[in-house]
């Protein structure tokens, strides 16, 4: 995954990402972006393009000095492909709607905003590999969000509606607010899931300027989940960049000498381009989430949307380890890399039921209570090796073919296995100029 920042530190890099991703600036366009991934299945190891399964998405942009409207739909023949937004199957064809949003944008004086409505990604991070507060690995949210920037300062607001879980309906309100110069970046972020049968949007939560986590985090009447968020990145030079986050899901401020209450996750890496070659791109991420991180006691509160995780891809309870490096050849025609994913995988993600085996059925602590390591035990040990090359097929397509390696450990039990993988990544635009 390529980001801003480093797109502005080395010119081959940035006529790439300019290339491999390039969009039209204005009027009418239509496209085809096509998937095709065969392979094992990495844990530690996700490329953008696998956030979709295999199929194609066809799509409609319209973009003018202040207007976008984009509508894409998703289709395959296989509905587990499907497992992000599967909807209907119709004679074999399971299709969804992807994205579908209204974005009106504008400046005044030196106040630049932009506010849309509708399904689209939303992505707030520092992280190359994973972001910890929002990602873009499940579905496109439905939301209602605010944008703007103000000279170095920038601000964003945003209501999305989650999936149904039993019967409860789900928000989640999230705003941010950041520093950003040449060199440095910050952001502070917070977040909160209201959750009820027939609830509604609440009002309280649609005020950006109140700050709503303080009044849940820590709180012992099992109310709503509330996330604190900052991040940061730094740029001491051309080529080279630090960066940090972290997330505060629960602070203990109720029982002296019980540290294992705080639940939080952070994430450290840095990068530098143009060594060993003008071209290449090297960068280290490592990230460390503890156990109920994401979670709340009612189960309606976990930061998923449509069964994936809205924070970090692995969920919670893991350290990983991801070392990434790549160079361009031919002026990006061909891309070879190397990928190295170290995990441990504990016991008690996502998928268990949040509990409390610190106390009695009264709400009274155990003494002598020990909390578990990190991670749970037992621990799943993940070694994962991707080895590949990218080829430039021109017309918007890519071809990508790898050699993958991936090792398995558990309880002085072991297995691994070997496996060759391709994908087939196209995005092929038809502007259309209305007259």
Same mark, same amino acid.
């Given at each position: 995954?390529?980001?801003?920042? $480093?797109?502005?530190q080395?010119?081959y890099?940035?006529?790439?990402?300019?290339? /491999?991703?390039?969009k039209?600036?204005?009027?009418?366009s239509?496209g085809?972006?096509?998937h095709?991934?065969?392979?094992n299945? %990495?844990l530690?190891? =996700?490329?953008?393009s696998?956030?979709? !399964?295999?199929?194609a998405? &066809?799509?409609?942009?319209y973009?003018?000095?202040? =207007?976008?409207?984009?509508?894409?739909?998703?289709?395959?023949?296989?509905?587990l492909?499907?497992?992000?937004?599967?909807?209907r #199957?119709v /004679?074999n064809?399971t299709?969804y709607t992807?994205?579908?949003? $209204?974005r009106?944008?504008n400046s005044?004086n030196d106040?630049?905003?932009?506010?849309?409505?509708g399904? *689209?990604?939303l992505?707030?991070?520092q992280g190359?590999?994973?972001?910890?507060?929002?990602s873009?690995?499940?579905r496109p949210f439905d939301?209602?969000t605010?944008?703007?920037? &103000?000279?170095? %300062?920038? +601000?964003?607001?945003?209501?999305?509606e989650?999936? #149904?879980?039993l019967?409860?309906n789900r928000?989640?309100?999230?705003?941010s607010f !950041?520093?950003?110069?040449?060199?440095?970046?910050i952001?502070?972020?917070?977040s909160?899931? +209201?959750?009820?049968?027939?609830k509604?949007?609440?009002?309280q939560?649609?005020?950006?300027?109140?700050?709503w986590?303080?009044?849940?985090?820590?709180s012992?009447?099992k109310?709503?989940?509330?996330?604190?968020? @900052?991040?940061?990145?730094?740029?001491p030079?051309e080529?080279?960049r630090f960066y940090?986050?972290?997330?505060? *899901?629960?602070?203990?401020?109720?029982?002296?000498?019980?540290?294992?209450?705080?639940?939080f996750?952070?994430?450290?890496?840095?990068?530098k381009?143009?060594?060993p &070659?003008k071209?290449?791109?090297?960068?280290v991420?490592y990230?460390n @989430?503890?156990?109920q991180?994401?979670?709340?006691?009612?189960?309606?509160h976990?930061?998923?949307?449509? !069964?994936?995780?809205?924070?970090?891809?692995?969920?919670n309870d893991?350290?990983?380890?991801?070392?990434h490096?790549s160079?361009?050849?031919m002026?990006?025609?061909?891309?070879p890399f190397?990928?190295?994913?170290? %995990?441990l995988?504990g016991?008690?993600?996502? *998928?268990?039921l949040?509990?409390?085996?610190?106390?009695?059925? /009264?709400?009274?602590f155990?003494?002598?209570?020990?909390p578990?390591?990190?991670?749970?035990?037992p621990?799943t040990k993940?070694i994962?090796?991707?080895?590949?090359?990218? $080829?430039?097929a021109?017309y918007g397509?890519?071809?990508?073919?790898t050699g993958?390696?991936?090792?398995?450990?558990?309880?002085?039990?072991?297995?691994?296995?070997?496996g060759?993988?391709?994908?087939?990544?196209t995005y092929?635009?038809i502007?259309?100029?209305?007259?």
């Open positions: 995954m390529l980001s801003l920042p $480093l797109a502005q080395n010119s890099w940035s006529n790439y990402v300019s290339d /491999k991703y390039r039209q600036n204005n009027g009418h239509f085809v972006f096509g095709f991934k065969k392979d299945d %990495l530690g190891i =996700v490329q953008n696998d956030l979709i !399964g295999n199929g998405i &066809l799509t409609y942009r973009i003018s000095p202040h =207007v976008e409207i984009m509508n894409s739909m998703f289709f395959t023949y296989d509905k492909e499907a497992e992000r937004g599967f909807v #199957t /004679k064809v299709m992807n994205q579908a949003y $209204l009106v944008f005044w106040l630049d905003y932009s506010i849309k409505i399904r *689209d990604f992505r707030v991070g190359l590999n994973a972001n910890l507060f929002l873009n690995f499940s939301q209602f605010l944008k703007a920037k &103000l000279g170095k %300062l920038n +601000a964003l607001f945003s209501a999305i989650l999936d #149904t879980l019967e409860h928000y989640l309100y999230m705003h !950041g520093y950003q110069s040449d060199r440095f970046s952001t502070f972020g917070e909160i899931i +209201a959750t009820g049968i027939s509604s949007i609440n009002i939560y649609l005020n950006p300027f109140n700050f986590s303080w009044e849940n985090l820590g012992t009447n109310g709503l989940n509330a996330f604190l968020y @900052v991040g940061m990145t730094w740029l030079r080529g080279l940090g986050e972290t997330i505060i *899901d629960d602070i203990n401020f109720h029982q002296k000498d019980a540290f294992y209450l705080n639940r996750g952070y994430l450290l890496g840095f990068q381009t143009g060594i &070659l071209s290449s791109n090297l960068w991420e990230a @989430v503890l156990n991180v994401y979670q709340s006691y009612h189960p309606t976990i930061y998923t949307h449509r !069964g994936f995780p809205i924070g970090h891809y692995l969920g893991f350290n990983n380890l991801r070392i490096y160079h361009l050849i002026s990006g025609q061909m891309k190397i990928d190295i994913s170290y %995990l995988d016991s008690n993600g996502l *998928d268990t949040f509990d409390n085996p610190w106390e009695n059925e /009264k709400g009274e155990f003494e002598d209570y020990e578990p390591s990190n991670p749970t035990p621990v993940w994962e090796l991707e080895i590949g090359v990218e $080829l430039n021109g397509s890519y071809i990508t073919i993958q390696y991936q090792a398995k450990s558990i309880d002085n039990e072991s297995s691994s296995n070997f060759l993988g391709i994908r087939f990544w092929f635009q502007p259309f100029k209305h007259k």
